[in-house]
Protein backbone atom coordinates (compact mmCIF):
# COMPACT_ATOMS: atom_id res chain seq x y z
CA UNK A 1 0.00 0.00 0.00
CA UNK A 2 1.31 3.09 -0.75
CA UNK A 3 -0.27 6.71 0.64
CA UNK A 4 0.49 9.53 -1.74
CA UNK A 5 0.44 13.59 -0.16
CA UNK A 6 0.74 16.34 -2.58
CA UNK A 7 1.52 19.96 -1.86
CA UNK A 8 2.62 22.69 -3.24
CA UNK A 9 -0.22 24.05 -4.93
CA UNK A 10 -1.29 27.77 -5.29
CA UNK A 11 -2.61 31.12 -7.01
CA UNK A 12 0.29 32.30 -9.17
CA UNK A 13 0.15 34.81 -12.12
CA UNK A 14 0.76 33.94 -15.56
CA UNK A 15 4.42 33.87 -15.96
CA UNK A 16 5.13 32.57 -12.13
CA UNK A 17 6.26 29.46 -10.61
CA UNK A 18 5.20 26.72 -8.44
CA UNK A 19 6.90 23.59 -7.51
CA UNK A 20 4.68 20.75 -6.33
CA UNK A 21 5.86 17.60 -4.26
CA UNK A 22 4.24 14.48 -3.30
CA UNK A 23 5.46 12.77 -0.40
CA UNK A 24 4.28 9.10 -0.46
CA UNK A 25 4.28 6.20 2.44
CA UNK A 26 6.34 3.24 2.67
CA UNK A 27 9.56 1.61 2.54
CA UNK A 28 8.74 0.80 -1.58
CA UNK A 29 9.06 3.90 -2.95
CA UNK A 30 11.86 3.27 -5.43
CA UNK A 31 9.94 0.08 -7.42
CA UNK A 32 7.80 2.60 -8.23
CA UNK A 33 6.94 4.92 -11.45
CA UNK A 34 5.91 8.08 -10.62
CA UNK A 35 2.90 10.28 -12.73
CA UNK A 36 1.87 13.88 -12.26
CA UNK A 37 -1.90 13.88 -13.92
CA UNK A 38 -4.45 17.27 -13.81
CA UNK A 39 -7.74 18.13 -14.27
CA UNK A 40 -9.63 20.99 -15.68
CA UNK A 41 -13.62 21.48 -14.74
CA UNK A 42 -15.37 19.58 -17.34
CA UNK A 43 -12.64 18.14 -18.49
CA UNK A 44 -10.72 15.19 -18.62
CA UNK A 45 -7.90 13.84 -16.09
CA UNK A 46 -4.67 14.23 -18.28
CA UNK A 47 -0.93 13.07 -18.15
CA UNK A 48 1.44 15.76 -17.49
CA UNK A 49 4.68 14.17 -16.93
CA UNK A 50 6.50 11.10 -15.89
CA UNK A 51 9.85 9.61 -14.47
CA UNK A 52 10.91 6.33 -14.04
CA UNK A 53 11.32 4.65 -10.80
CA UNK A 54 15.52 5.08 -10.84
CA UNK A 55 14.55 8.23 -12.20
CA UNK A 56 16.48 8.31 -15.24
CA UNK A 57 14.09 8.64 -17.63
CA UNK A 58 11.27 11.28 -17.80
CA UNK A 59 8.26 11.71 -20.58
CA UNK A 60 6.26 14.83 -20.76
CA UNK A 61 3.45 15.65 -22.14
CA UNK A 62 3.55 18.42 -25.26
CA UNK A 63 1.64 21.11 -23.95
CA UNK A 64 3.82 21.54 -20.74
CA UNK A 65 7.55 20.61 -22.33
CA UNK A 66 10.22 23.02 -22.20
CA UNK A 67 8.03 24.79 -18.65
CA UNK A 68 7.76 21.70 -16.60
CA UNK A 69 10.77 19.30 -14.73
CA UNK A 70 9.68 16.11 -13.11
CA UNK A 71 12.19 14.96 -10.48
CA UNK A 72 12.30 12.75 -7.34
CA UNK A 73 14.56 12.05 -4.09
CA UNK A 74 13.92 8.13 -3.45
CA UNK A 75 15.91 9.20 -0.36
CA UNK A 76 12.71 10.68 0.68
CA UNK A 77 10.12 9.33 -1.13
CA UNK A 78 9.58 12.26 -2.59
CA UNK A 79 8.47 13.46 -6.51
CA UNK A 80 8.59 16.98 -7.35
CA UNK A 81 7.13 18.78 -10.40
CA UNK A 82 8.61 22.03 -11.14
CA UNK A 83 6.09 24.26 -13.08
CA UNK A 84 7.73 27.82 -14.61
CA UNK A 85 6.19 30.19 -17.18
CA UNK A 86 3.11 29.31 -16.37
CA UNK A 87 -0.01 29.93 -18.18
CA UNK A 88 -3.99 30.52 -17.35
CA UNK A 89 -4.69 27.23 -19.12
CA UNK A 90 -2.29 25.21 -16.79
CA UNK A 91 -5.11 25.80 -13.89
CA UNK A 92 -6.49 22.75 -12.85
CA UNK A 93 -6.09 20.13 -9.80
CA UNK A 94 -2.85 18.57 -10.09
CA UNK A 95 -2.63 14.73 -8.89
CA UNK A 96 0.49 12.35 -8.25
CA UNK A 97 0.33 8.77 -9.08
CA UNK A 98 2.52 5.81 -8.59
CA UNK A 99 2.74 2.68 -10.68
CA UNK A 100 4.68 -0.54 -9.70
CA UNK A 101 6.92 -1.13 -12.21
CA UNK A 102 10.20 0.80 -13.51
CA UNK A 103 8.26 1.95 -16.59
CA UNK A 104 5.98 4.95 -16.54
CA UNK A 105 2.84 4.73 -18.01
CA UNK A 106 0.94 7.82 -20.06
CA UNK A 107 -2.75 6.22 -19.48
CA UNK A 108 -4.15 6.76 -16.12
CA UNK A 109 -5.46 3.56 -15.98
CA UNK A 110 -2.37 2.12 -15.30
CA UNK A 111 -1.77 4.01 -11.99
CA UNK A 112 -2.15 1.86 -8.97
CA UNK A 113 -2.41 5.17 -6.05
CA UNK A 114 -2.95 8.55 -6.04
CA UNK A 115 -2.80 11.62 -4.21
CA UNK A 116 -6.06 13.87 -3.31
CA UNK A 117 -4.97 16.19 -5.68
CA UNK A 118 -3.52 19.83 -5.36
CA UNK A 119 -5.43 23.05 -7.19
CA UNK A 120 -3.16 25.08 -8.81
CA UNK A 121 -4.68 28.37 -10.37
CA UNK A 122 -3.09 30.52 -12.99
CA UNK A 123 -4.29 33.91 -12.91
CA UNK A 124 -4.05 36.20 -16.51
Known amino acids: QVQLVESGGGLVQAGGSLRLSCAAS????????MGWFRQAPGKEREFVAA????????YYADSVKGRFTISRDNAKNTVYLQMNSLKPEDTAVYYC?????????????????WGQGTQVTVSS
Open 26 to 33: GRTFSRYA
Open 97 to 113: AAKYGSVWSLSKYEYDY
Open 51 to 58: ISSSGGIR
